[in-house]
């Protein structure tokens, strides 16, 4: 009788106990969905990528070039494939700022604390692109942890040192305002990225899934994502890539060596 008795209780135990590890493995997953989320956004009839991250949860970090061979890694897959061979998944990737001709960042570029490339604020230079649309900016994450987009002459009224950091321009969005230099129904249409901090911990990022103009971009960030101060990243060859999702943005045959990304690595199991 008491073997009879003790078998569905076994059974109930170790169902308990397969039920208890699903529901972890499920929050697990959820946390890291809430840590690194990735949603289709459609506005003004156009389709955006946009990504949102808790940097109390993950670490955004800055990349150019492998620490041990001083070779650019160019692409995010080789990024990617580096944190690889390093056992990091890479969760998320983005190309940072503008960079000149011989593929180095054309503005500030602070990797871990090391600024590589010093603030750039000289004005209205045509071979700089939409570097040269005023003001352009940074957006910098601090060694804190806090992150935030700044026009370039505020970041250096400052004076703070960054952990990490890009400049790009132009603004799209100046507090709580869109850059006055845009035009409504321009005809300039370029796949664009950008990035705001909404509050110091959370981070998103936007990528056109199609050719956009500045104005309906800057203000996807204004009206749809609440950005009070955004930063344009790069146009025509912007791509992010997603764990899970591949990647989003520019077709790769647009796609040129970049001169910086942003990732996100989380640690692999062994």
Known sequence: MSIASDRPSSRLRLSLC?????LALVAGCD???????S????FDNQNFRVVSIDLKRETLSLHWKDPESGEAFGTINALRQWGMTHNRRMLFAANAGIYDRQFAPLGLYVENGKTTVPLNLSHGNPASGNFSLLPNGVFAIYPDGHAAVQTSTAFKAAGKPT????????MLVIDGKLNDQFIDDSNSLKWRSGVC???PHHVVFAVSEAPVNFHTFARLFKEELGCRDALYLDGTISQFYVDGEGYAGAPTFMVKPYAGIFAVFS????
């Open 18 to 22: 397969w039920l208890l590890l699903a």
């Open 31 to 37: 946390r890291q969905a809430q840590a690194v989320s």
């Open 39 to 42: 949603k289709e956004q459609v």
């Open 267 to 270: 640690q692999t199991t062994p």
């Open 163 to 170: 952990q990490w950091a890009s400049q790009s321009g132009p």
């Open 197 to 199: 901090a909404k509050t």
